[in-house]
């Protein structure tokens, strides 16, 4: 079994910065990518940034220039720097995972989500 676990989220006023981690661990054969997503109350899970093993990236329009994914594969972490945070960037960020858990098993995970509230 393969896990994911997030952790940084919090209160930050617009303007401020927030770093978020996800760690997997588990059963891990080998990480294909990873990303984060988010969601309001009433929305869909957008996506946010996503990072391959390779370490290409993709931003959502609405981040691109304040935030950054990387990726440390020694740890199976990924991060997500948040700069120049608005308050419509208030949401449940998911960390999310398409991780082989065998040589020619893999599947899709997620985290349970942390919480980014961006508020004066």
């Known amino acids: 079994q393969v896990h994911l676990e997030e952790s940084g989220g919090g209160l930050v006023h617009p303007g401020g910065s927030l770093r978020l981690s996800c760690v997997a661990s588990?059963?891990?054969?080998?990480?294909?990518?990873m990303g984060w997503y988010r969601q309001g109350p009433g929305k869909q899970r957008e996506l946010v940034a996503r990072?391959?093993?390779?370490?290409?990236?993709d931003y959502a329009d609405s981040v691109k220039g304040r935030f950054t994914i990387s990726r440390d594969n020694a740890k199976n972490t990924v991060y997500l720097q948040m700069n120049s945070l608005k308050p419509e960037d208030t949401d449940v960020y998911y960390c999310?995972?398409?991780?082989?858990?065998?040589?020619?098993?893999?599947?899709?995970?997620w985290g349970q989500g942390t919480q980014v509230t961006v508020s004066s």
């Open positions: 588990g059963s891990i054969f080998s990480i294909v990518a």
């Open positions: 999310n995972g398409y991780i082989y858990f065998s040589p020619t098993g893999w599947d899709e995970y």
């Open positions: 990072i391959t093993s390779g370490h290409s990236t």
